[in-house]
């Protein structure tokens, strides 16, 4: 397994943009699929983004198409999510998420079941 440690939260006025950086340990970054979840006060962890080992393929929950990227650099051992006009809606708490994938270049999954790492989390905060 990875250990996993975010960073970049904080606090932005709606229309905004922020960068969470998601740095892994260990030297087999580039076998897992990497994804991002929030959970918001109240409410249940969702999934924001997920991107495969390769870095070729990403999937993005409806509501943060368009509006958010994800992106990962395998010599760095780092995954990001840069998020752009930002809502308050997007208030929560981010997780990134690793999933051991060594066997697919394509694999992007969604569920929080697939991943087996998890960070600590980082707070982002929208005002409006």
């Known amino acids: 397994q990875v250990q996993l440690v975010e960073s970049g939260g904080g606090l932005v006025q709606a229309g905004g943009s922020l960068t969470l950086s998601c740095a892994a340990s260990?030297?087999?970054?580039?076998?897992?699929?990497m994804g991002w979840f929030r959970q918001a006060p109240g409410k249940e962890r969702e999934f924001v983004a997920s991107?495969?080992?390769?870095?070729?393929?990403?999937y993005y929950a409806d509501s943060v198409k368009g509006r958010f990227t994800i992106s990962r650099d395998n010599a760095k051992n780092t995954v990001y999510l840069q998020m752009n006009s930002l809502k308050p809606e997007d208030t929560a708490v981010y997780y990134c998420?690793?999933?051991?994938?060594?066997?697919?270049?394509?694999?992007?999954?969604?569920?929080?079941?697939?991943?087996?790492?998890w960070g600590q989390g980082t707070q982002v905060t929208v005002s409006s």
């Open positions: 998420a690793a999933a051991f994938s060594p066997a697919s270049y394509y694999y992007t999954p969604t569920k929080e079941a697939d991943f087996g790492s």
């Open positions: 260990g030297r087999t970054f580039g076998s897992y699929a």
């Open positions: 991107i495969s080992r390769s870095g070729g393929y990403t």
